[in-house]
């Protein structure tokens, strides 16, 4: 089992930036991949970025060039850099995290960018 809790979440104004952040706790050993996903109101939740154990990165178009997927692994911890922020990346946005087994979502963290 892996447990993934999200954090940083905020309301921020255009332009602005934020850092989330999630941490994973469990059979840690056993993840292969963690990415950030997100989900606006009436949208299907999409990937923003993807990290392997390896740091090989992957970003969405949307996003690529304002943020920054990194890993800490000496605290389990994953973070989404996201500067530049836009109205349109308003969501709700989680951790997922790849195991050979199955795979593992957090809560969830609400981003509201707004003036």
């Known amino acids: 089992q892996v447990q993934l809790v999200e954090s940083g979440g905020d309301l921020v104004q255009p332009g602005g930036s934020l850092r989330l952040s999630c941490a994973a706790s469990g059979s840690i050993v056993s993840i292969y991949a963690m990415g950030w996903y997100r989900q606006a109101p009436g949208k299907q939740r999409e990937l923003v970025a993807s990290i392997t154990s390896s740091g090989s990165t992957n970003y969405a178009d949307s996003v690529q060039g304002r943020s920054t997927i990194s890993r800490d692994n000496a605290k389990n911890t994953v973070y989404l850099q996201l500067n530049a922020l836009k109205p349109e990346d308003t969501a709700v946005y989680y951790c997922?995290?790849?195991?050979?087994?199955?795979?593992?979502w957090g809560q969830g963290t609400q981003v509201t960018v707004s003036s």
């Open positions: 997922k995290a790849n195991t050979a087994l199955r795979n593992y």
